[in-house]
Antibody, heavy 120, light 114 residues
Framework: EVQLVESGGGLVQPGGSLRLSCAAS????????MNWVRQAPGKGLEWVAN????????KYVDSVKGRFTISRDNAKNSLYLQMNSLRAEDTAVYYC?????????????WGQGTLVTVSS | DIVMTQSPDSLAVSLGERATINCKSS????????????LAWYQQKPGQPPKLLIY???TRESGVPDRFSGSGSGTDFTLTISSLQAEDVAVYYC??????????FGQGTKVEVK
């Protein structure tokens, strides 16, 4: 059974940093692009970042470029999101999602999410 | 970026009746080389993560009831629930994957029971 379990969310002040983790199991982690998708309270879904199977390619939504860094450790079946210079508008539930397709098409499995709140 | 616009924002349908959700993309998501529409639909129930329902605009994910169907091509797409069940109350999102550098979602359509 495919499982994705996020952790690391919490309350952080504007300008602060946070590192999210996603532990994957039930599939060959190293064979898939992995993604972070976020959802602000009461709002819709926004794709944030993704990373190729071997970590050699990374893509980001414009609003987080230069502030967020996605990474992975295939030996630990884990995905990460380092978030720096956090802003109030980064407040959201952050989901880890598996990408389908050799270039990531849609997202077939999602974790339960971890809440990040940026507030003073 | 490709902008996805759903309509309506919400709808209330009686149990057993048809629900229809529309999704329009700001540019075509049809790849001429393989004649595939790069569009997916998701269902999100309260307090849960999204669940993949349909991909390639009309292919149902394994385990998804056949009352859910997707149609359309180019820029205009539809998700139809042929006979609404109580467990279908949720927010539904379309998503394009034509632009393989920016994956974008519609704003969501909330489906409720009338």
């Amino acid at each position: 059974e495919v499982q994705l379990v996020e952790s690391g969310g919490g309350l952080v002040q504007p300008g602060g940093s946070l590192r999210l983790s996603c532990a994957a199991s039930g599939f060959t982690f190293s064979s898939y692009w992995m993604n972070w998708v976020r959802q602000a309270p009461g709002k819709g879904l926004e794709w944030v970042a993704n990373i190729k199977q071997d970590g050699s390619e990374k893509k980001y939504v414009d609003s987080v470029k230069g502030r967020f860094t996605i990474s992975r450790d295939n030996a630990k079946n884990s995905l990460y999101l380092q978030m720096n210079s956090l802003r109030a508008e980064d407040t959201a539930v952050y989901y880890c999602a598996r990408g389908v397709g050799y270039r990531v098409y849609y997202f077939d499995y999602w974790g339960q999410g971890t809440l990040v709140t940026v507030s003073s | 970026d490709i902008v996805m616009t759903q309509s309506p924002d919400s709808l209330a349908v009686s149990l057993g009746e048809r629900a229809t959700i529309n999704c329009k993309s700001s540019q075509s998501v049809l790849y001429n080389s393989n004649n595939k529409n790069y569009l997916a639909w998701y269902q999100q129930k309260p307090g849960q993560p999204p669940k993949l329902l349909i991909y390639w605009a009309s292919t149902r994910e394994s385990g998804v009831p056949d009352r859910f169907s997707g149609s359309g091509s180019g820029t205009d797409f539809t998700l139809t629930i042929s006979s609404l069940q109580a467990e279908d109350v949720a927010v539904y999102y379309c998503q394009q994957y034509y632009d393989l550098g920016s994956w974008t979602f519609g704003q969501g359509t909330k489906v409720e029971v009338k």
